[in-house]
């Protein structure tokens, strides 16, 4: 029997759920499922919804599935399928919806990878880098880290010409730039991104623009859990590189003033350039790779 989890239920279920995924659900970002049998807490699945759009500029309703996980005397008996048809039932009437699942690949997910691959869901050709980075991370970034003053954004000399918080670009400007810089790649899978500029955190997220237009931008996302989700660090086609690496550079020095000690960004690297751009400015950060699985 699956059940939906409320605050009490949940405590049955906490031996099957790692705490970064508890952080989700008590501050009410996530949703829960858990599988009964005998009595028992047998099985848990974990999902959010949020904002997302394909390679074709479709906006979609993404069902993101953020933990799931049998016990391990029940499993092979059908408890993950059981948690996923429940799933499937209760988002079934909400329109224009994607199921997304990310599988860490560090740490051998195969068996995931292969039953998600059985339930319909295709799996992207290339894994997705993550890093996580630390307000500390950020006081340390590579060459601009001699002194407070040196990362301070007011005084940052090397800050970017034209830079705005997203809070000051009209939604229309916005929402033309986002879309433009999504056709300039290609790529065949959901991302969590919405072209609705009030999605995204206005404190965080920056854009530069050249001649009244956004050429480059970085998009954050504030979660509850007191994490920043970076979604989105681009630029238009012909837009100088050394741009977007000033824009990561004022951002981290942005959110070392400003942030408090424990916040921790999230970098979402789905392109070649971002990525590379974030090892330059982050040398001593390993990357987590993730594979993308998605079923419409």
Known sequence: MVIKLDEKLADNFLPLIPMEVRDYLEEEEAFCLGSVRDGTAVGVLVFSVCDGIHASGTCVAMIEIRWICTAEDYRRQGVAGELMETLTEITEDIPDTVMVCDIPLEFGYDLAEDFFKSLGFEFVENDIPVMEITREDCRTQSRYADSENAINP?????????????????????????????????????KNLSVERDYYDKDTSFVILNE?????????????????????????????????????????????????????????????????????????????????????
Do not use: C
């Open 212 to 296: 009244n237009e956004i050429s480059s931008m970085v998009l954050f996302r504030r979660l509850k859990t007191n994490k920043l989700d970076m979604v989105m660090l681009d630029a238009m086609p012909g837009t100088d590189p050394r741009e977007m690496q000033k824009l990561l550079h004022y951002s981290a020095a942005h959110n070392y003033m400003e942030e408090p000690e424990n916040v921790v960004a999230r970098l979402t690297l789905w392109k070649d350039k971002s990525r590379n751009l974030a090892v330059y400015v982050f040398p001593h950060k390993e990357m987590i790779m993730t594979r993308r699985g998605y079923r419409r």
């Open 154 to 190: 007011e005084k940052f000399q090397n800050m970017p010409k034209g830079v705005v918080s997203i809070g000051e670009i009209p939604a229309v400007k916005f929402r033309r730039a986002i879309k433009k810089m999504l056709e300039d790649e290609n790529f065949r899978y959901y």
